[in-house]
């Protein structure tokens, strides 16, 4: 299976402050179409996981765009530019490339 | 607005079998895929397997091959996962959701609990 590894695993940020997340897999997300299957999901305290980004770079429809994706291969990042409370929550990429599917071990993002 | 809603929370024993059911609305059920993902306590979300809502295919993770079974009734656009020989160990919330074709799993339902416990 490939695993995917994410860090730091707790991210405490100031308010308006940027925050970085960085997901690994162990081996390369780029699919036989030349797409890569990575996605990000963003889990509010009680809630249900929702997508922000897929496809590495791709916003979601309604995700503000303080939130990007980047990387390439096996490294790829999750920046959000300036924290908000509704921010608050443990963040997790997946891979679509391989089966079965994984999901990195997640990042809890709070305020400092 | 896509929607999953996905069936109660259960109790079950050890040894016993579950089977949540998840119904879309708001888009073509069967021009999609459904996941299942389960997330134990303090755990990571973990991918169990996922159906073709058209045509019935599925692929399930190895960790839950034998004892996994995912099905769909397009006429209900719900799909199930049955989940079989429980120990303590599957006891966790059971999200379905949705697979676009070009960009992976998008939609969640809200979850389903499950808890084995003699």
């Known amino acids: 299976d490939v695993v995917m590894t994410q860090s730091p695993l707790s991210l405490p940020v100031t308010l308006g402050q940027p925050a970085s997340i960085s997901c690994r897999s162990s081996?390369?997300?780029?699919?036989?179409?030349?797409?890569?299957?990575l996605n990000w999901f963003q889990q509010r305290p009680g809630q249900s996981p929702r997508r922000l980004i897929y496809k590495v770079s791709n916003r979601d429809s309604g995700v503000p765009d303080r939130f990007s994706g980047s990387g390439s291969g096996t490294d790829f990042t999750l920046i959000i530019s300036r924290v908000e409370a509704e921010d608050v929550g443990v963040y997790y990429c997946m891979q679509g490339t391989h089966w079965p599917r994984t999901f990195g071990q997640g990042t809890k993002v709070e305020i400092k | 607005q896509v929607n999953l809603v996905q069936s109660g929370a259960e109790v079950k024993k050890p040894g016993a079998s579950v089977k949540v059911s998840c119904k879309a609305s708001e888009y073509s059920f069967t021009s999609y895929t459904m996941h299942w993902v389960r997330q134990a306590p303090g755990q990571r979300l973990e991918w169990m397997g996922w159906i073709n809502a058209g045509n019935g295919n599925t692929k399930y993770s190895q960790k839950f091959q034998g004892r996994v079974t995912i099905t769909r009734d397009t006429s209900a656009s719900t799909a199930y996962m049955d989940l079989s020989s429980l120990t303590s160990e599957d006891t966790a919330v059971y999200y379905c959701a949705r697979g676009d074709y070009d960009s992976g799993v998008d939609y969640w339902g809200q979850g389903t609990l499950v808890t084995v416990s003699s």
């Open positions: 081996q390369s997300l780029v699919y036989s179409d030349g797409n890569t299957y």
